[in-house]
Nanobody
Framework: QVQLVESGGGLVHAGGSLRLSCAGA??????????MGWYRQAPGKERELVAT???????NYADSVKGRFTISRDNAKNAVYLQMNSLKPEDTAVYYC???????????????WGQGTQVTVSS
């Protein structure tokens, strides 16, 4: 019902920057998107939290990215962004957009995931 599309991934050198974008679009019923976030998964590892942001703007970051990454959102566009600075090789992973949404006039919450975008940081 809610489609999340990420963009902005790519290949950069260590110390470089990337800006990831994710936009949510609902089909069928109208949804209200609440919290959004970014997760990542490296080969052979489990998916891990990178950053989250609530509809009111409260943010949470993994310790490994604090001071380097910044999450933000545009509620009017149902979009969430991740500015990644001072990238390190260990940041290499597939990054996934995440969103919690409620159908209009409902308090039932559903979770959705994007298809992922590859971020590769070379030494």
């Amino acid at each position: 019902q809610v489609q999340l599309v990420e963009s902005g991934g790519g290949l950069v050198h260590a110390g470089g920057s990337l800006r990831l974008s994710c936009a949510g679009a609902a089909s069928g019923n109208i949804f209200r998107i609440n919290a959004m976030g970014w997760y990542r998964q490296a080969p052979g590892k489990e998916r891990e939290l990178v950053a989250t942001i609530t509809s009111s703007g409260s943010t949470n970051y993994a310790d490994s990215v604090k001071g380097r990454f910044t999450i933000s959102r545009d509620n009017a566009k149902n979009a969430v962004y991740l500015q990644m600075n001072s990238l390190k090789p260990e940041d290499t992973a597939v990054y996934y957009c995440n969103a919690y949404a409620n159908p209009l006039n409902s308090r039932t919450t559903f979770v959705y995931w994007g298809q992922g975008t590859q971020v590769t940081v070379s030494s």
